[in-house]
């Protein structure tokens, strides 16, 4: 049979059979990984479960970057947990400051097409962006995976998100996946598998798709995947993966539903506070002032997020009002920044940069908005208390967009500046 | 199965963060300190308004965003009996029955704060004491019912050595 979704695809690879959309199946797991709010519980019940060893070393990593470096001395023994549980059974350990989990996955060459990939993090789902069935796991899965190499899924049904049109001036990848989540809702894919497809496809970048898969969870998704092209097999020989297999979309197979956006028309598009799928175009919502703006996360801290944003903050200064922090996906993205003099323009406009990890956008330290202030912000979520107070408020957006509005300290279409 | 306990109602889309914020998990794995600020965000009174037992009933989609695993266990050591919701999202799903904790998927329109409920897990009713009906629940898939007998992920690891289906 030759029509199928890209998550069977997937899964039969790893079945060696067809799998049956709805059935309960036990797959091995090509990685897992897990991140510093996650890990510690995860070794903690590895432990309870008996655990003696790892199945295999070099398919664990372990990040160091929601409170990195450590904000407190609780965060501090609980790195320090996960340090040891590296040493003693010789599983990967990304140090503070290396990056966040989402970017260093792909970029140490750990995922890519055919994997089935778990992760102690619901942005998992980022690894979709480079054919990787990849979604988020909790704690005791983790361990149950580290124990034994494997989990159990139930085949999702996957609905293909044809993108058509061609991307307006000033208009990226982010806005496409915040639309997406304002037609669907929050819950509107909810144990399925987002799949992409149409024409646009070939015009997004790599980083751009990694902003799209990243956010499939917004909208209640196990996954987000795209079929793999020749921008995603040089992306991945220059991150060392080399066993590139195709993977290719038949559009014709059996999709639970199908829909199309084409983005020729789109606005840049803001999530209000305090939901995701609280999306308005910028022309309803301009004006809002801020206080704090925020670029960076798995979601928008790579290299053509921060280009984007140098663009406009080029020869200009933030306005007095407004503070705007910036922090890397990763070690590599920043020297890669500073070598581009992105650094340098930052800096030079009055942003302050951070060292690449999540602290900003989970809460734990380095931007902790104060009460009633507005932040706008390049991350994937804007929960109430999500930036540490739940007296402010968040709105979601793209590079550009944040760039613009902390030069005029008001939410500001970013078409004004290019 | 058998569950009794009072209602506590909330809303649609109730994530992770809100059931336990990132500020303070990142920091400790004693969940019973956890427990002290469950639902803070949205109600900053609701670990005194619940009692042993006591359910959580909430909309659609509860348990979205991330994947915390101290979400179901911060629920579970506040002393709740269960949570009973339109809809979970998935990795809480897995997570919340993962740790023994009793989900139930039905229509929970009808269901206002304060009712009295029983349910039965291994029939699959949820009875409103308070106002004399009774619901037919979306069966746990009998892997998930499994797991839950045997109190979560870590019990039946031990007893099966791994996953014994498939």
Known sequence: MSHKTLTEKIFESHLHREPKVGEVVVVDVDFAMGQDGTSPLAIQKFYEMGGEKVFDPGKIALVLDHGAPSPNEGISNLHNMMREFSRKYGVKLFEIGMGICHQLVPESGFAGPYDIIVGADSHTCTYGAVGAFSTGIGSSELAAVMISGKLWFKIPSSMRIVLSGKLPTGVYSKDIILYLAKVL????????????????????????????????????AKAGIFPVDEKTKEWLKSHGRMDISDLSIDSDANYESVLEINVSELEPQIALPHRVDNVASISDIEDIPIQQGFIGTCTNGRIEDLEIAANILKDREINPNVRLIIGCASRKIYLEAMEKGFIRTFIDAGATVINPGCG?????????????????????????????????????ASPATVAASCLTGKITDPRRFL | MILYGVAHKIGDDINTDYIISGKYKFKTLDMKDLSTHLLEDIDPEFTKKIKPGDFIVAGKNFGCGSSREQAPLVIKYAGLGGVIAISFARIFYRNAINNGLPLVECDTSNINDKDELRIDLESGILEDITKGFKIVVNPLPPFMMELLKNGGLVNYFKKYGGFSIG
Do not use: W
């Open chain 1, 185 to 220: 809702g929050a819950d509107g894919a909810t144990y399925k598998t987002l799949e992409f497809d149409g024409e646009l496809i070939s015009q997004l970048s790599m980083d751009a798709r990694f902003t799209i898969s990243n956010m499939a969870v917004e909208v209640g």
């Open chain 1, 360 to 396: 900003p956008c989970v809460g734990t330290h380095a931007g902790v908005p104060a009460d009633g202030e507005n932040v706008i912000s390049t991350a994937n979520r804007n929960f109430k208390g999500r930036m540490g107070n739940n007296k402010a408020f968040i709105y979601l």
